[in-house]
């Protein structure tokens, strides 16, 4: 029971978000989103408490975060809500824009000084293209192209359309893109306009020479109940207003992937010129983290909770199917079937579903996942119990119910625990994923790792996630060498 009301109270905490007076900040997952997101809450706690929320994810799942409440503000691109997000065919203004965004709840304004519109590079040795309607014309080149953008309305398919472009392109994340191609498994690549690796890489930047892409002048998007709620928090916000530039927001996005800064460092030095600017951290830094007990505590919290509540429910379904033999295969299928469901997919589909990012669509993700090895264990167990002690329990007079919990289950737990051992090392593995929605834990730090395609943040993130799956294998195998000692 206390752990029904404590989900109750979590479940509430993620719908009211917004109205703790605290501002919520949210960002994609790619360099210059994280910075934005720095920058603006960091600005913003200088008047009173202020999130920053990295790494949601694309378009879709940043949006639908902030339209359930779950952040009030996010950096965006003109271009982007008007193509992307409203689905307009023609470039609209800014008041039509602000115009089709309010029955949604939302507003849009402070533009931040810059343009970053997308491109697309090759390398410099790349013979005869330099225009965007040279692609026609070279088949063979290999495109690697961001997911996002192969998928946007503004994106892949708008463009081939435009240029006549037949080439299949290949799904790349946008950080190990410029890598890729510099190792001359791609030839053609998505960019930001105000990428630091395009110097870095020395790559050149082929011409839109039909005009297909629109400005993507950077603005803030935000709920409307914005400036009224968080006044103080607003205000704060309006400093930033035309004081960034390209050559500015390149010497931010050069900082973290180049010199290897932190994110905060960065909007820090920004934000006050004459702070020490932080130096490359190398692995033991990052893994030993000032951020490592608040990631460990919420990468338990999910394990925890996911494992609890998949065993509520996965160990009387497991002793259904036992005892219903026409309900075995059903009820055995159905979980199975909900295994197979990818991870990413699945949390994805929470967002509209539950409609809110973070820990609870997390848990009911990690609670899908771990519910197979759990019923199938607990089905396994209760089978294999002895036929003669079932008759002799009911020749004893004994009811179905004292057989289950004083014969059937006592026999059937070292099984059970299996199963229960087999959940929660996987869980711990799968609770990285969550990070991609907000939930925090582990995986925070390889996102931001595959956004940099920074091996030591991905080792930073990975290492304590292997660590503790070890650990809960050797707890649980500790719990199954005392029930079998209490036995003999």
Request: aromatic share 6%; net charge positive; glycine share 10%.
């Amino acid at each position: 029971m206390r752990f029904l009301f404590a989900l109750a109270a979590l479940l509430l905490a993620g719908v009211a978000v917004a109205a703790d007076g605290t501002l919520h900040v949210g960002s994609k997952r790619f360099t210059e989103s994280y910075i934005l997101g720095e920058l603006l809450t960091q600005t913003a706690a200088k008047t009173g408490p202020a999130e920053h929320r990295q790494g949601l994810g694309n378009t879709a799942i940043v949006l639908a975060a902030l339209q359930a409440g779950s952040i009030d503000v996010y950096p965006e691109y003109l271009g982007t809500i008007d193509l992307e997000i409203l689905k307009n065919t023609r470039a609209s203004t800014l008041d039509e824009m602000r115009a089709q965004l309010a029955p949604l709840g939302l507003g849009v304004g402070l533009p931040l000084g810059f343009n970053n519109t997308y491109a697309l590079a090759v390398r410099a040795d790349q013979q005869g293209v330099t225009r965007l309607s040279d692609l026609k014309a070279h088949p063979a080149l290999k495109l690697g192209l961001s997911h996002e953008f192969i998928g946007r309305a503004d994106g892949w398919p708008g463009l081939a359309a435009r240029y006549g472009v037949t080439q299949a392109p290949r799904g790349l994340d946008h950080g190990i893109a410029y890598e890729a191609l510099n190792a001359r498994q791609v030839d053609v690549i998505d960019i930001y306009s105000t990428d630091a690796k395009i110097a870095q890489y020395k790559l050149r930047v082929l011409d839109d020479d039909l005009k297909y892409f629109p400005r993507y002048d950077a603005v803030l998007l935000y709920r409307l109940d914005l400036p009224q709620r968080l006044p103080a928090a607003w205000k704060s916000l309006q400093a930033l207003a035309g004081s960034i530039s390209n050559a500015d927001m390149i010497a931010m996005n050069a900082a973290v992937e180049i010199d290897g800064k932190s994110f905060a460092a960065v909007a820090q030095a920004r934000l006050t010129p004459s702070s020490t600017r932080s130096a490359r951290d190398g692995l033991r830094a990052k893994l030993f983290g000032p951020d490592l007990w608040k990631l460990t505590r919420q990468h338990l919290t999910l394990v925890a909770l996911s494992l609890v509540l998949a065993c509520l429910v996965g160990i009387p379904l497991g002793v259904l199917a036992a005892h219903a033999p026409r309900l075995r295969q059903p009820v055995l299928a159905l979980v199975g079937m909900l295994q197979t469901v990818p991870s990413l997919a699945l949390l994805a589909i929470m967002i509209p579903l539950l409609g809110m990012i973070g820990t609870v669509p997390a848990l009911v993700a990690l609670f899908v996942y771990a519910l197979l090895p759990i019923v199938r264990n607990t089905c396994t167990g209760i089978l294999q119990v002895p036929a003669g002690l079932r008759t002799a329990a009911l020749a004893l007079g004994l009811r179905r119910g004292v057989t289950l919990t004083h014969i059937e289950l006592p026999l059937a737990l070292p099984v059970i625990l299996a199963g229960v051992k087999t959940a929660a090392v996987m869980s711990v593995g799968t609770a990285t994923i969550a990070a991609f929605i907000g939930a925090g834990g582990y995986g925070e730090r390889i996102t931001i790792g595959l956004a940099l395609n920074d091996n030591d943040m991905l080792l930073a993130g990975a290492i304590p996630a292997a660590v503790l799956a070890l650990l809960t294998q050797g707890g649980f195998e500790l719990a199954e060498y005392w029930i079998a000692r209490r036995r003999r």
